[in-house]
Structure formats: structure tokens, C-alpha cells
């Protein structure tokens, strides 16, 4: 869609007046298209956009369910408001659910998965809470009592993720719709590039993916972009374009995607991400997943065997599907 900038007309009164409507006073201008526009068309062109990114790349199929996942964050609560909204007014035919995930996070999570279950009410759409407490037996509060506070950001990202898969199961949906936005994806495609991440940095800018990128350096790569947009607008959107358009070598060797051997959850490994970082949690070794470290070696796969004093990783409910 050819995106032109319209001249602003000016008011008798010498005022700026909205790009679109020539009416209203803008209360923005857009990095995208530098248009100064009032926040009512603002509202109509941010819902006409997705609705045409959804027809465009046949998001959705009449009759599928959708999770949306809800963090009870802005951003999620904006993506389930847009698809409860575009999915009555253009009648996709889609069953919605809204799935949040309790890490067990005193006085952070417990407020958010209250604005969660306002959305609920507000939107109509069912909702599912998965916790870590059930699925791996512990709770963000209790790691970090174990871990401390300089590598917590590990185990609740791969936790996190693949809590959402697991609710997505639960709830049989055939598509996990997540609310990440231009920030988000620019700051994936740095820190892909600076790790040289070849397999994510290949798939991080895709509109639909399975693949969950680490926190690590997250901040920084944050504050970096944050910079570049105060000097240019539209550094964030050119920081995705580039890492779309990047070409990967044939004769590059990717990881083979395959399933964990103790869990059966997706895995390029021998053992998932999760099941090691657990492993060491209940050994009370809880740095051993931590790292460029491959997690455990073949022997200690095939050998150790769980202690009367912790339970066995296989006692929980790691990455297993079958509830």
C-alpha cells in the first residue's frame, strides 16, 4: 500500500490541522510515514493496517481457535482489543482465547493478570492461566532465592516460552497470536547479529514464527535503539527491512530441528533448554544450563539417576503434552 504524506492544512487560526481528516488537531506524527495525524484517525488507519496485514498474508482461516497471548501489559491488551474488534467487524469467523502465564513473581505478575481478567470481562473472550508452580514445580520468586538476580532473566524466558506452548496445547488452539511490536522485533534482529545467530536471525523477521530468542543483552540492544530513534524515526522500522532482506549462504550449516529426549518438547538439542535449567534446579546446581554450555553431556543423560532428596525431572511436567 503506497504510503504518501499529505501537505497539513492550516486552520484560520494558524493551528496544524490532521493529515487525513483536515479537521481535528494531530495528536501525533507517525516514524512511518511522518503524517501528523489526530488520534482518531490514528485509531482507524492503525485497525485498517492490521486488518489488510492479516487479509494479505492469509493469517487466518474461518473456524480456527486463537490464543492471544496476555501479559496484561499494553501491548497485549491492544492486540486482544484489535482482534476481538477486527474479527466482529470483518466476520473472520475465529474463536478467541486469551492465555497469560503466572510466573509467581510477588507484586509484579499478581497486578497484571488483574487488568488480564478485566480484559476477560471487557472483551468476552475465555481465558486460561498456566503458572511455572504446575508446570515445572517452581516459582520465579523461589529461583531467584536459588539463582539470584544476575541470571533469573534465563530461566523465566525459556520457562516463559514454552508456558505458552503448553497453554496453547491446553487450550487447542491452532495459532498463538503474541503482541510484540517494532522495538521488539529491531532489538531481536541486533542481538542475532551480534551473537551471529544465523538460524534465528533468518526467521526473527518473519510475521509468523516459532522460534524464541534469548534476553541476554536485551537491554542494551533496547537502549542502543532508543538512541538511534531520537536521531532518525524511522531507524526501528529500517533495522527490521534490513534484517529481512538479509541472505543466508546455501552453504550454511542450520541446527536440525528435532525433540528433547527426556520431554518430547521441541528441541535442537539432546535435552530441551527447559529440562536442563530444571535439571540443575532440582540438583540445586542451578548455573549448570547457564552459558554456551550444550547443557549435559551424554553420560550424565544416560547415567544420572534422581536422589531421594530431589525429585526427578521426570516427576514434573516439563515439556510433556499429554495432560
Not at 539463582?147 to 514454552?162: A, D, E, H, M, P
Amino acid at each position: 500500500m503506497e504510503e504518501t504524506a499529505a501537505k497539513p492544512r492550516r486552520s484560520g487560526g494558524g493551528g496544524r490541522q490532521c493529515c487525513i481528516c483536515h479537521e481535528r488537531r494531530p495528536a501525533l506524527k507517525r516514524p512511518k510515514t511522518l503524517e501528523q495525524i489526530c488520534r482518531e484517525c490514528f485509531y482507524a488507519v492503525f485497525e485498517e493496517e492490521i486488518h489488510q496485514v492479516i487479509v494479505e498474508n492469509q493469517l487466518f482461516k474461518p473456524g480456527e481457535r486463537i490464543g492471544i497471548g496476555a501479559s496484561g501489559g499494553k501491548d497485549s491488551t491492544v492486540l486482544a482489543y484489535v482482534l476481538s474488534e477486527l474479527n466482529k467487524r470483518h466476520n473472520y469467523g475465529l474463536d478467541l482465547f486469551l492465555l497469560s502465564v503466572d510466573e509467581g513473581i510477588t507484586g509484579y505478575r499478581d497486578d497484571s493478570l488483574e487488568t488480564v481478567k478485566r480484559n476477560e470481562v471487557q472483551y468476552g473472550l475465555p481465558l486460561k492461566i498456566v503458572s511455572y508452580k504446575d508446570l515445572y514445580g517452581w516459582t520465579m520468586d523461589e529461583i531467584v532465592k536459588m539463582i539470584g538476580l544476575k541470571n533469573n532473566c534465563t530461566f523465566c524466558g525459556v520457562f516463559r516460552r514454552q508456558a505458552l506452548d503448553r497453554g496453547a496445547a491446553l487450550l487447542k488452539v491452532d495459532k498463538l497470536a503474541t503482541g510484540h511490536n517494532a522495538d521488539d522485533i529491531a532489538e531481536t534482529v541486533l542481538l542475532n547479529i551480534l551473537r551471529g545467530d544465523i538460524a534465528r536471525l533468518s526467521r526473527c523477521t518473519s510475521i509468523t514464527t516459532g522460534i524464541y530468542s534469548p534476553n541476554a543483552y536485551r537491554g542494551f540492544a533496547r537502549e542502543f535503539i532508543k538512541d538511534l530513534e531520537r536521531i532518525r524515526p524511522r531507524a526501528i522500522l529500517d533495522i527490521i527491512k534490513s534484517g529481512e532482506d538479509f541472505r543466508i549462504a546455501t552453504s550454511t550449516k542450520m541446527p536440525e530441528q528435532g525433540t528433547c529426549e527426556r520431554c518430547g518438547y521441541i528441541s535442537s538439542q539432546k535435552w530441551c533448554k527447559a529440562c536442563v535449567l530444571l535439571e540443575g534446579l532440582n540438583r540445586g546446581m542451578p548455573k549448570l544450563g547457564i552459558g554456551r554450555s550444550r547443557g549435559l553431556n551424554s553420560n550424565q543423560m544416560k547415567t544420572d539417576k534422581p536422589t531421594s532428596r530431589t525429585k526427578s525431572i521426570e516427576s514434573k511436567q516439563c515439556g510433556s503434552l499429554d495432560f
